[in-house]
């Protein structure tokens, strides 16, 4: 199945975005050179005038309290996505180069160091895909994941060159369509006076609801997809990849016009957390949200 939906891109990351703050503000003087850019979805990169800083008062919105340590944060990171490297592909090579070393190499600049990718296609894909859609191969002979040669592998391969001990956690918008009940990578059908670029052309009697499972509920269903993410980690290894979290369903709560799936998730991760996935493989598997308002149990990397 090919996709009907093109959507434009940023830059190259799905969610990183232009947020550039002076941090612990109420230390800076008032001779301190601030530079303020913001970007609007008008006027991007614009340097902004009269930010002027000052000491902090008795009732500032947030202190930060350098006596004491809290929790431990594993890191920081955005996501890998194929338009992403499409558009550095772009950009002159000494370009490229400035933005990778700017974002991945430790002590220059962001220092990202966990950062997410999909396990096939997203909302910021080519087109629409998985790595397998030949119906009915539950023993996943036809697995490939040919596509991301061209994109993804590259991607993270680039990034690991300014930080090997870049940390790769994945998980899926969509399972193949034929594991799906409605055989589409989308679960809703777009909203009136969209344009034609965005339209998926899914029946709306195959659109699902939110509360229901969009993934066919057969065991044959739940063991070929964890072998799905099984033949995953190994093909991703096989290029130098380590995948070191699975989740097994971005936004598990949500339906969209692009690849998505909302169903329960429990089954497959119980059929996931195997010594062959967590063991063998040393793969963590969570279960939780990116959506704030979701409760979750998240693991850390094994």
Request: charge should be neutral; proline fraction near 5%; include cysteine.
């Amino acid at each position: 199945m090919r996709k009907h939906f093109s959507i434009a891109s940023g830059l190259f990351f799905q969610s990183l975005t232009g947020l550039i703050v002076c941090a612990f503000l109420g230390s800076c003087t008032p001779d301190t050179e601030i530079t303020w850019i913001s970007t609007t979805e008008s006027n991007p990169w614009s340097e902004r005038e009269n930010l002027i800083p000052g000491n902090a008062e008795d009732n500032a919105d947030v202190t930060i309290d350098l006596t004491h340590t809290g929790q431990t944060i594993k890191g920081f990171g955005a996501c890998f996505n194929e338009l992403g490297w499409t558009s550095l592909g772009r950009l002159k090579e000494e370009d490229r180069s400035a933005i990778f070393t700017e974002l991945f190499k430790p002590g220059a600049g962001a220092g990202f160091t966990i950062c997410r990718m999909p396990v096939g296609a997203n909302d910021f894909s080519r087109d629409w895909y998985s790595y397998n859609e030949t119906e009915g191969d539950f023993e996943m002979k036809n697995f490939s994941i040919g596509n991301d040669l061209e994109t993804l592998v590259p991607f993270i391969r680039e990034a690991q060159k300014y930080n090997p001990e870049l940390k790769i956690w994945a998980s899926p918008w969509s399972p193949p369509a034929w594991m799906k009940w409605n055989k589409h990578y989308a679960c809703a059908v777009p909203w009136p006076g969209l344009a034609e670029q965005f339209q998926n052309h899914l029946p709306k009697d195959k659109q699902g609801k939110e509360g229901t499972n969009m993934f066919i509920q057969h065991k044959e269903h739940f063991a070929a997809y964890a072998l799905y993410f099984s033949k995953f980690i190994e093909a991703y290894r096989a290029q130098g990849i380590q995948i070191g979290m699975i989740m097994p369903q971005n936004e598990f709560n949500s339906c969209q016009i692009f690849p998505s799936c909302y169903r329960f998730v429990i089954a497959v991760a119980l059929k996931l957390t195997t010594p062959k996935t967590t063991k063998t493989h040393k793969v963590a598997v969570v279960i939780f949200s990116v959506n704030t308002w979701i409760d979750g149990i998240a693991a850390f990397y094994r």
